[in-house]
């Protein structure tokens, strides 16, 4: 949902094929909307992905396929092996040697593409939060999935906010707003590093789900966490070149939106290591020039362009 003056929005309703709806029709009272709004539904059958049980399912078939798991190992250090390939260093100083290295650190990748590589990547950690609110009584069955709530985005400037149904904590709704202040991945303030997020999202649900959300005394619990942005908030997928040529890849800046892509990510980069190209994404037609490291070279916003 957002104002119907915004080409972004129009735009992203109409890429994504979704189909305008009258809020009050479909969700009664839930959502008051300013005049001059329009909602639209993208996806009648999404859904929401359970993170932590995602990545703990993807890591097992992985190891089921012979890959090897290594936790809390920093990779402090990645530099050409002496024969060819890559030489990948960690804090304890334990060294691996392969052909290929794809590189997907996060937050963390600017300073490491720095001090392996010297390259600037213009890729910002924010820090952000998720916060759960409590949903007001009366109102905790409507809000949830079960119930047909949606997972919605709303778009006016300045309180771009985001939510999933009331799920996995009962009663609490995740409301969120999508960015935060700049931070320093490695030391951040965890109570205070969120800025003014918090205020801005009581002040939409203030005006947008008034009867629905309580936001007297806060949020019932706020969970520090970190964006990897880039200027246009488009990913980084490309190799690192310089000395490594084609033997480290980069996934990276995913900027908030990147979960949902992990498997087809995923697949392009160990494509990318293995061949040199991602051949399945280029027979599907995907154009991954989009995604190029240097496209930041000549304009600093580059995909952002007005739509
Ligand atoms: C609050 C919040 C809400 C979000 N909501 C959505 C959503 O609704 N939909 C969606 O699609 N996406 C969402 N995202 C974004 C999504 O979580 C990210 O795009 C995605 O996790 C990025 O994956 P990644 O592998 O690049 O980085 P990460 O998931 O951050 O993984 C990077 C990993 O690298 C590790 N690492 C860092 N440095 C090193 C090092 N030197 N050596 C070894 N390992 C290292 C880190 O410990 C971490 O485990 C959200 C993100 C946040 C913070």
């Known amino acids: 949902m957002g104002p119907r003056s915004s080409a972004s929005v129009l735009a992203a309703i109409r890429n994504a094929g979704a189909e305008e709806v009258n809020l009050a029709a479909r969700w009664g009272d839930v959502f008051r909307v300013p005049d001059g709004w329009v909602a639209a539904v993208s996806d009648h059958g999404a859904g ?6 995602s990545v703990e399912m993807f890591q097992a078939l992985a190891v089921k396929k012979g890959a090897v798991v290594r936790d809390n190992a920093k990779v402090v250090d990645i530099r050409k092996g002496p024969e060819g390939g890559v030489v990948v260093k960690t804090s304890t100083g334990e060294e ?6 794809v590189v997907t650190v996060g937050a963390w990748t600017s300073k490491l593409v720095k001090s392996v590589a010297g390259v ?22 409507e809000l949830t999935a079960e ?3 949606p997972t919605f985005s709303s778009y006016g400037d300045p309180h771009y906010v985001y939510s999933t149904p009331a799920l996995e904590r009962p009663g609490l709704i995740k409301i969120n707003y999508h960015g935060g202040p700049p931070c320093d991945p490695d030391s951040r303030d965890l109570i205070s590093g969120g800025g003014d997020v918090v205020e801005r999202v009581a002040q939409w649900i203030d005006e947008f789900m008034p009867g629905f959300v309580e936001t007297a005394g806060g949020p019932v ?6 964006y990897s942005m880039t200027p246009d908030e488009d990913f980084v997928i490309d190799f690192l070149g310089g000395e490594f040529g084609q033997n480290v890849v980069i996934g990276a ?3 908030g939106h990147g979960f949902k892509m992990g498997p087809a990510v995923g697949s392009v980069l160990a494509e990318m290591a293995m061949y040199g190209e991602a051949r ?4 599907a037609g995907v154009e991954l020039d989009h995604f190029r490291i240097n496209r930041f070279d000549s304009n600093p916003t580059e995909n952002a362009n007005d739509l």
């Open 120 to 141: 600037d990547l213009p890729i910002q950690p924010l820090h952000t939060l998720v916060l759960y609110w409590r949903i007001k009584p009366g109102h905790e069955r």
């Open 96 to 101: 691996f040697s392969g052909a290929k290295c």
């Open 147 to 149: 119930a047909g709530f």
């Open 48 to 53: 929401v992905l359970h993170a932590t049980e």
């Open 221 to 226: 619990d706020s969970l520090p966490c970190m």
């Open 253 to 255: 800046g995913f900027s």
């Open 280 to 283: 399945t994404a280029a027979e």
